[in-house]
C-alpha cells in the first residue's frame, strides 16, 4: 500500500500569498496517477488536480500541480479568500487501495 | 446536472446492517469506475471500495473486506454500499464518486456526491 505523507499539516497565509503543499509517497506512483482535492466545511470534496498537473474542469489557472514519482507539489499562485480549506491528495491507480494523504489546512493568517 | 445523490443513511447498532444507494443522472454512469470513499468526524478522508464500468470487478479496503459489498445497476444509473457486521469505527460520511476513465486512462474523482451519515453506536 502506497502512504502519502502532506506537509504542512497547517499553512497559515494570507489572501494573495503564494500556497505550497507537499505530498511525498512511500513509492512511487504508477503513471503519476496522483489528484488534489479541496473540502471546504460541510462540503463533499472538489477535484483540482489529476495525473499530477493537469486542472480538472472549471478549476482557476492560479492552481497548479508538480512532480513526478514520490514527491509531489500543489501550488496555489495568489491565494483568494475561497481558497481556505482542506486540502488532500490521493494516488489512484487501478490497483488498489486508492490512498489518501491526511491533509493539509489552509488557514487565514 | 451532473449529480450524485447518496441514501440510506443512518443510525445502527454493532453488528447490524445498512445498504447505501448512490443515484447518478446527467453523465453516462456506466463509463465511470465509481467508489465509495468515508470520513469520519473530523477526521481525513479514507478510500473505501471500487467498482469498474460494469460492476464485474471490485475492491475493498482492508478494514471491510468481508463485511462491504458494493455493487451497481447501470440500467437503473444506481451504485450500492451493502454494509454489514457494523462496528463502532464504521462511523463516518459516506461518499459516492465517480472516477472519469477512457481508452485506459483515469482522471481521478471527478464527481462527488453530497454524502450519506452512518452512524453505528449502541
Known amino acids: 500500500e502506497i502512504v502519502l505523507t502532506q506537509s504542512p499539516g497547517t499553512l497559515s497565509l494570507s489572501p494573495g500569498e503564494r500556497a505550497t503543499l507537499s505530498c511525498r509517497a512511500s513509492q512511487s506512483v504508477t503513471s503519476n496517477y496522483l489528484a488534489w482535492y479541496q473540502q471546504k466545511p460541510g462540503q463533499a470534496p472538489r477535484l483540482l488536480i489529476f495525473?499530477?498537473?493537469s486542472r480538472a474542469t472549471g478549476i482557476p489557472d492560479r492552481f497548479s500541480g508538480s512532480g513526478s514519482g514520490t514527491d509531489f507539489t500543489l501550488t496555489i499562485s495568489r491565494l483568494e479568500p475561497e481558497d481556505f480549506a482542506m486540502y488532500y491528495c490521493?494516488?489512484?491507480?487501478?490497483?488498489?487501495?486508492?490512498?489518501f494523504g491526511q491533509g493539509t489546512k489552509l488557514e487565514i493568517k | 446536472e451532473v449529480q450524485l445523490v447518496e441514501s440510506g443513511g443512518g443510525f445502527v447498532q454493532p453488528g447490524g446492517s445498512l445498504r447505501l444507494s448512490c443515484a447518478a443522472s446527467?453523465?453516462?454512469?456506466?463509463?465511470?469506475?465509481m467508489h465509495w470513499v468515508r470520513q469520519a468526524p473530523g477526521k481525513g478522508l479514507v478510500w473505501v471500495s471500487r467498482?469498474?464500468?460494469?460492476?464485474?470487478?471490485?475492491a475493498y479496503a482492508d478494514s471491510v473486506k468481508g463485511r462491504f459489498t458494493m455493487s451497481r445497476d447501470n440500467a437503473k444509473n444506481t451504485l450500492y454500499l451493502q454494509m454489514d457486521s457494523l462496528r463502532v469505527e464504521d462511523t463516518a460520511v459516506y461518499y459516492c464518486a465517480g472516477e472519469g476513465y477512457s481508452h485506459g486512462y483515469f482522471y481521478g474523482f471527478e464527481i462527488w456526491g453530497q454524502g450519506t451519515m452512518v452512524t453505528v453506536s449502541s
Open positions: 490521493q494516488q489512484y491507480t487501478n490497483s488498489p487501495p486508492n490512498t
Open positions: 446527467g453523465f453516462t454512469f456506466s463509463s465511470y469506475w
Open positions: 495525473a499530477a498537473s
Open positions: 467498482a469498474n464500468t460494469d460492476g464485474s470487478s471490485t
